[in-house]
């Protein structure tokens, strides 16, 4: 079964999990927000002041304050969940957060590349996904970063907006709103970081045996022509959409 090919929405929790996962990749995410409108299946009731502390309702409502949430929603304080990412072998994987920390030897939960200090919009349809970052002036810190190790990679293509790599039989393409500044702390050759509080992604993966040439894949995803509106909050890239909408939950924050 874990050799089989899966392209399924599924639903876990409060959560709506994306998988497709094909013979030469795997791009997975959480739906942030649901896009069926479904809201939480219970009440988190830690702020209550008449809550009854000794119950089970109240030790797993503040168990989700301190261990993270399965309601996934733009705009929340994140913990450490990681919300999505795209893997073509098990070293040559991709991602992009924003840090709760600004290096990595920083001790902080979320961390620096784990979890999120702000949760992103995330959409994904099939081997697309879209995301969109937007960090409040009240953040400290002000950027998001990609996960990309080069060296992992048996090709690459570096561009302004556009990172591209190929592992195996697979491909994947990033492109980002804002320029991709390389930079090394305790590891070399594997970060990209946007210096941008608003900011979008689009990631998408693709097969060697379907576009050939890396070049190829590339000047399928540019096709696609991602564009963000930040005044509108929206992302488009082909035919799909996404538009941000900040969501509030101090249930997530302590």
Known sequence: MMYSPASLVYEESNARICVEKQEDYMLTSVESPRRDGRVRKWEN???QPDADTGSFSYVKSLNECFHGTTQFEPGVYGYQQHMWYAALDPAAVVFVNHPGGSCESCTTRPGYWF????????????????AIYRIPETHPIPFTHVYWPSS????EIIEETWLAGSAGGGYVALWCSDPFTAYDDLMFHCEYRVKS????????????????SLEAFLLACKERKPAYDREKGRLRAGNEEITYRKYENMTQYI
């Open 197 to 212: 509080r608003d900011t979008a992604y689009v990631c998408i993966c693709g097969s060697r045996k379907d576009y050939g």
């Open 152 to 155: 992992r990679f048996s090709y």
């Open 45 to 47: 009731i830690s702020e």
């Open 115 to 130: 979890g999120n200090g702000i949760m992103p919009a995330l959409k994904q349809v099939k081997e697309a996904l879209c």
